[in-house]
């Protein structure tokens, strides 16, 4: 499954996934984040399946939108 993450830049990098609201994960650096959402995702998918949960399917849609400015 292929699930959006948004990565937002802070005081440390920041990343969420829309679809899976338990799963955030913050690094020092891009790379480093994005092995932690990884990881979260992984975990988060892996206790649902553990507890007979149904796994979420993936429905959001990240894009960028142009405009004149």
């Given at each position: 499954?292929?699930?959006?993450?948004?990565?937002e830049?802070s005081?440390?990098?920041?990343?969420?996934v829309?679809?899976?609201?338990?799963?955030i994960?913050?690094?020092?650096?891009?790379?480093?984040?994005?092995r932690?959402?990884t990881e979260?995702i992984?975990?988060y998918?892996?206790?649902?399946?553990?507890?007979?949960?149904?796994?979420?399917e993936?429905?959001?849609?990240a894009?960028?939108v142009?405009?004149?400015?």
């Amino acid at each position: 499954m292929r699930y959006a993450v948004v990565y937002e830049k802070s005081e440390n990098g920041y990343a969420y996934v829309p679809d899976l609201p338990c799963c955030i994960a913050a690094g020092k650096i891009y790379e480093e984040t994005v092995r932690l959402i990884t990881e979260e995702i992984a975990f988060y998918l892996e206790g649902l399946r553990e507890d007979g949960q149904p796994i979420p399917e993936p429905t959001s849609v990240a894009d960028y939108v142009a405009v004149a400015v």
